[in-house]
């Protein structure tokens, strides 16, 4: 804080240091208020951030309400933590009003999400305007978990982000958890076999079942990171590196030569002595999705109201 620094996109690091100083502060306190009483919301801020910026860029278009909007789309469903970001423009708006937007405020807050959970921080370029546009029919930029791995290539490479990206931010999986309906179709009559995915490791398919049963209930919670889904860590890649991914997209990971090695790395990484560090690379890729397609200077609007357009 303090210091401007140029970000991508016409973004700067202390973009409200003079305009709204504690602006990074309120945001900080009001997302650790919510993570002591439910750590789990770090991983909803983090998707919620990453849905953002993949629908209209990073400009907030998410967080309106409506029959409508993109936050009412399927992959939208389950997104989480729409009342930290409310809790924080609240008091933004008390402290410095019609001044920090609601795009930045779940930009910082992700950051924020993942520096609490263990994970690396960073300086956050700020400066986003909120959009103005937002509609549920939009949202097919969106990643799916039954996607292959030229699918999430093409889709992230359309935001300008490459293997190296995907890898690295699909690694956001080591926090959070999934429901059972995204994942249960590979644990009995996986295209129609009889069997699980074969991609499993054998010695996680019945704990897995246990979890998510034939015809049980859907919306069942699991973690995306077997052993350690609290803690911002590599170890999601180890659990993709030995057959216990649960998403069938980030298992896949292994199965492409290209997305394989760099999850080897990072799975093979002991933090920051091996190989290329994910806490370093996490930051960097973060900086580059943030960036997609913002709306700076006199684009879009500082919203009143996260949720509501002026
Ligand atoms: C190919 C790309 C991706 C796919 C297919 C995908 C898919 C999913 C799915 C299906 C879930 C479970 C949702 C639920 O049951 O509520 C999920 C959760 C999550 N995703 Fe992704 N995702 C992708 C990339 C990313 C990226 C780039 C980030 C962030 C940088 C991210 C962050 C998260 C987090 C933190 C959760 C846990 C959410 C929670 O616990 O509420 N994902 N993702």
């Not at 644990?187 to 995915?197: E, H, I, R, V």
């Not at 199965?255 to 806490?279: E, H, K, P």
């Not at 397609?293 to 500082?302: F, N």
């Amino acid at each position: 804080m303090g210091l401007l620094v140029e970000g991508q996109g016409g973004l700067k690091t202390g973009f409200y240091s003079s305009s709204c100083p504690k602006a990074e502060a309120i945001v900080r306190s009001t997302v650790e208020a919510h993570f002591n009483k439910d750590p789990t919301i770090a991983a909803g801020l983090l998707r919620l951030h990453f849905h953002d910026c993949f629908v209209q860029g990073c400009d907030g278009s998410v967080l309106i309400a409506g029959t409508s909007a993109e936050r009412n789309a399927l992959p939208n469903l389950g997104l989480r933590g729409f009342e930290v970001i409310d809790d924080s423009k609240t008091q933004l708006e008390a402290e410095c009003p019609g001044v920090v937007s609601c795009a930045d405020i779940v930009a910082l807050a992700a950051r924020d999400s993942v520096d609490l959970s263990n994970g690396p921080s960073w300086g956050v370029p700020t400066g986003r305007r909120d959009g103005r546009v937002s509609s549920s029919s939009e949202t097919s930029n969106l990643p799916s978990p039954l996607d292959s791995v030229a699918a999430q290539r093409q889709k992230f490479s359309a935001k300008g982000l490459d293997d190296h990206d995907l890898v690295t931010l699909v690694g956001a999986h080591t926090i959070g958890q999934t429901d059972c309906q995204f994942f249960s179709y590979r644990l009995f009559n996986f295209t129609t076999t009889g069997s699980a995915d074969p991609t499993i490791n054998q010695a996680f398919i019945a704990q897995l079942q246990a979890l998510c049963p034939k015809n049980g209930d859907g919306t069942k919670r699991v973690a995306l990171d077997k052993d350690s889904q609290l803690k911002f860590d590599v170890n999601f890649f180890k659990n993709v590196r030995d057959g216990n991914g649960i998403l069938e997209s980030d298992q896949r990971l292994w199965g492409d030569a290209a997305t394989r090695t760099i999850v080897q790395n990072y799975a093979g990484s002991i933090r920051g002595l091996l190989g290329i560090r994910f806490d370093f690379e996490f930051p960097k890729a973060m900086i580059k999705m943030s960036s997609i397609d913002v709306k700076t200077g006199t684009q879009g609007e500082i919203r009143k109201i996260c949720s509501k357009f002026n």
